[in-house]
């Protein structure tokens, strides 16, 4: 695919030659091969995992590779650490803004090399010279403010000429425009096309397909540590793009996969929903996303990496300050949003990440499991150790947890024990709902198969069952409905026959985007409004839709 | 071969780890005692063993609210406030009788402490920041309260409380043994404390599996400030007077000294009662015995600073080195 004319060779500013790297044991890239051009900009992309990450940080220096060659503007190189490879000119710019948020603006994009006078700081024209250079970055803000009253996307762009004016030669930009405002955007893709000009390299990692397409010249696309494809941007189509993200060939669609799923499993859906949300918006994140749940009905949630999935979960259970829409449980509106209201209402949510959000760790297998339903286990405060036992042996046994004993550690289980202790800690509580972000990530096959059992099991007994997963299979043979997610709105929806892997790929490759007006007309509202912080918040629009519902 | 000795060395290396964490404390008590009896036998004499307890009973009640905090990673610096606050409080309401009094001083320790939890939990500044306001200004506040001086307080019943004596101990160490069973419930048995353990060990994952976090913070110092309240009677009782300007001066470094030597960690998620109780003996014994022998005071905070370090040293968790 990539041209390898050695008279070409001098016109590499970067080349990364069967680079591997692996961390206790597991491969995180294996023999990569990857190249920049001077004045390109490179996409690359690939699911979570796939090593895009680990790539960018073995190039700069934050991780050693096992094996390989880097080769920094025709010589070899590996930098010891970020800062080094930024003074030979690879800056890398993150999705989280590394400056120094109290500093003024000025101070920033001039940190240790400010411009001196007598020895000391020439404050004066540091300013002017600041102003000025940020000008041409669409950036126009007093420049003595500290760096953290700008917008997110104006930091970005502090960082960014900071970047360049180091004289970098390469640009790593990491999912850059996740938190920009689409004005923001326009902004950022002319200074990325000026620095085209100047023939800086640009690495671009994103998630947002229509952006690749508007602004990338070439793409890399990783899977599972490796690179399974390197070409012009314009010639690969999205549909082929995204099989080759998720591994999926287009052609090898079978009918019947390996998952443990009862593929013929009859559905059923009339009366009232047990769980319908409507309009959820999460600022930057959801845009109007609505989806209804039947008792008996697992509800697949599709969609590429930052497409909302998780979002939309946390939302309908309140983990996520929203800034409109509503829940309603059988029919009844959630009034109060936080998790605590939403599981006495029936809806209980496995989330995402189970170390950070979900096990408490240093808690026995027996107080994990029983955390949530610790007030239904006790009598006038006291736990009962008895009540306390039996639930904990029966779902030991039901969701066959491999533990010592209940006292066992929980962080001394495997994974998949872990993701099942979490699930008996929810169903403990006997919901009505449940909300399952990514339940057999990370688990080994066996475990997998019996969480895949489990959620059939348990929407046959009634329970309504959102299902998020990368696993396309998993998500096709899973789920009765799959609701398609993209940029944090629902886009489509597929139902009976037509929930196939083929359809799924079509629906994430297709769906219109947005147009940018719209989403400008949603965004004009005032500039550096602070995230509501505190749980249980949500903006006035969702209050005032709250009380039209309980009339 | 090299590598299987060199496996077992590194399990018994883990499990010595394991036992000095779980029991080292209670090792070190029994082996001080041993040790301060072999080197003055008059040091089991009741007057001896009954001033050392009036010592440390006072401490040992703030260090139980301690634990409690420290348990859901916070700390409390105000709880030396709050006795001075007790303190200066408790006069003016003699009048009501002891039990009107007691409820009342009880009450400013849980206001006391609620102002903390709340700044805590609702505007989420760091415990460590919230607690110190509270310090100074409760202080302050006191002081104003009593007009900057000191004042006897005569009353039988708190004086009872301070030195009296029941079957032979001391009236404050049998309040602050109920208090010990109490906290011991409370964190083992109750909902409210598997709640507060898993808060301060994971309080995202809490939050999401719904339990009330900001509930059980504003409690968890609500008894910290209450326990506080409660020392401060007894100092009073004990020294028969009430002076806000001295009263409970360092209290909250004791209580947080007795809390890490009986193996608490200040990463939270883990509440050790009775290793508090020991670590509260523990210092106070060691104290005593470099004092009876005539060890310069000096050298005596700096024998406390290495314990301190050693202490924190063992209680961390395999690993995280």
């Known amino acids: ?551 | 071969m090299s590598s299987i000795t060199w496996g077992g060395a590194a399990l018994d290396r883990a499990r010595t780890r394991h036992l000095l964490q779980e029991y080292g404390v209670y090792a070190a008590l029994v082996l001080l005692f041993a040790v301060a009896v072999v080197l003055n036998t008059s040091f089991l004499s009741i007057g001896n063993i009954r001033a050392q307890l009036l010592q440390v009973t006072p401490v040992l009640v703030v260090a139980l609210g301690m634990a409690l905090v420290i348990g859901t990673e916070g700390i409390d610096l105000s709880v030396g406030a709050v006795i001075a606050l007790a303190a200066a409080v408790a006069p003016l309401y003699l009048g009501y009788g002891f039990v009107g009094m007691l409820a009342v001083v009880l009450l400013v320790g849980a206001v006391s402490g609620a102002l903390g939890g709340a700044m805590v939990a609702f505007v989420r500044v760091q415990p460590i920041v919230a607690t110190l306001s509270l310090m100074i200004g409760l202080r302050g506040l006191a002081n104003i309260i009593n007009g900057n001086s000191g004042k006897p307080v005569t009353d039988g019943a708190v004086a009872t409380l301070g030195i009296g004596n029941f079957l032979g101990v001391p009236v404050m160490t049998w309040v602050a043994a109920g208090c010990v069973a109490l906290v011991a419930l409370l964190v083992r048995r109750t909902t409210f404390g598997r709640q507060l353990v898993a808060i301060g060990d994971n309080r995202q994952a809490s939050r999401l599996a719904g339990l009330p976090v900001r509930r059980v913070l504003v409690t968890v110092y609500v008894i910290s400030g209450v326990l506080a309240a409660l020392a401060g009677l007894m100092l009073v009782g004990y020294s028969a007077e009430s002076d806000p300007s001295t009263v409970g001066l360092n209290y909250e470094l004791s209580a947080i000294t007795a809390v890490v030597v009986g193996g608490t960690p200040l990463t939270g998620g883990r509440v050790r009662v009775l290793g508090t109780v020991a670590g509260a003996l523990f210092m106070q014994l060691i104290a005593a015995v470099l004092q009876q022998h005539n060890v310069y005071q000096s050298y005596q905070q700096i024998i406390e600073a290495v314990i301190i370090c050693f202490a924190v040293y063992a209680a961390q968790e395999r690993g995280t080195r």
């Open chain 1, 1 to 551: 695919m990539v041209q390898q004319d050695p008279a070409a060779r001098s016109d590499r500013v970067l080349e990364v030659v069967g680079v591997s790297k692996s961390f206790a044991g597991v491969h995180a890239l294996r023999g990569v091969d990857f190249e920049l051009r001077p004045g390109e900009v490179h996409a690359l992309i690939g699911e979570n995992g796939a090593g895009k990450s680990t790539l960018i940080k073995v190039v700069t220096g934050v991780y050693r590779p096992d094996a390989g060659r880097i080769r920094f503007s025709g010589e070899e190189r590996h930098f010891g650490n970020p800062l080094e490879a930024q003074a030979a000119g690879l800056s890398t710019i993150y999705q989280e803004v590394n400056l120094v948020p109290l500093m003024s603006v000025a101070r920033n994009l001039y940190l240790g090399r400010e411009p001196r006078r007598f020895g000391l700081v020439d404050v004066r024209r540091m300013n002017r010279e600041a102003a000025e250079t940020l000008a041409r970055y669409g950036v126009e803000v007093d420049v003595t403010r500290p760096l953290r009253t700008l917008g997110l996307g104006a930091q970005q762009m502090v960082a960014l000429a900071r970047a360049v004016q180091i004289e970098a030669r390469v640009v790593i930009m990491d999912e850059p425009t996740s938190s920009l405002e689409p004005r923001e955007v326009a902004t950022l893709f002319s200074v990325i096309r000026e620095l085209k000009r100047q023939s800086i390299a640009v690495v671009y990692v994103s998630h947002r397909l229509d952006e690749l397409y508007e602004i990338c010249d070439r793409v890399t696309v990783m899977r599972d540590g490796e690179i399974v494809h390197t070409g012009e941007m314009a010639r690969l189509e999205r549909l082929r793009l995204i099989s080759l993200m998720l591994g999926r060939e287009m052609s090898s669609v079978r009918d019947k996969g390996s998952t443990a799923f009862d593929t013929a499993r009859h559905r059923q859906r009339e009366g009232v929903p047990a769980l319908r949300a409507q309009g959820l918006a999460v600022r930057h994140r959801l845009h109007d996303v609505s989806l209804e749940i039947h008792p008996g009905e697992v509800v697949g949630l599709g969609g590429l990496l930052g497409a909302g999935r998780s979002e939309t979960a946390k939302a309908v259970v309140g983990a996520l300050p929203t800034e409109a829409g509503t829940v309603e449980v059988a029919g009844r509106p959630l009034r109060r949003r936080s998790p605590a209201a939403a599981i006495r209402a029936g809806v209980v949510m496995l989330p995402e990440d189970r170390k950070v959000e979900g096990i408490i760790p240093n808690l026995s297998v027996r107080e994990n499991i029983s955390l949530a339903a610790l007030p239904r286990l006790s009598r006038a405060c006291l736990v009962s150790r008895t009540r306390q036992d039996e639930i904990v042996d029966f779902f030991i046994q039901r969701l066959r947890i491999k533990t010592s004993g209940p006292d066992q550690k929980v962080s001394d289980l495997s994974g998949g024990n872990q993701q099942k202790v979490m699930l008996a800690r929810w169903l403990c509580l006997n919901p009505e709902v449940l909300l399952l972000d990514e339940p057999t990530r990370g688990i080994d096959v066996g475990a997998k198969a019996e969480v895949q059992a489990l959620i059939d099991e348990l929407a046959r007994d009634g329970l309504a069952v959102l299902l998020i997963s990368s696993d396309l299979e998993e998500l096709i043979e899973g789920a009765n409905r799959v609701v398609v997610l993209k940029d944090g709105r629902v886009v489509g929806e597929l139902e009976g026959e037509g929930v196939s892997e083929q359809r799924l790929l079509d629906a994430l490759a297709t769906a219109p985007s947005h147009p940018e007006d719209a989403e400008y007309a949603e965004y004009a509202a005032p500039e550096h409004e602070e995230q509501p912080g505190p749980e249980e918040q949500s903006g006035p629009e969702g209050h005032k839709d709250r009380k039209e519902h309980r009339e």
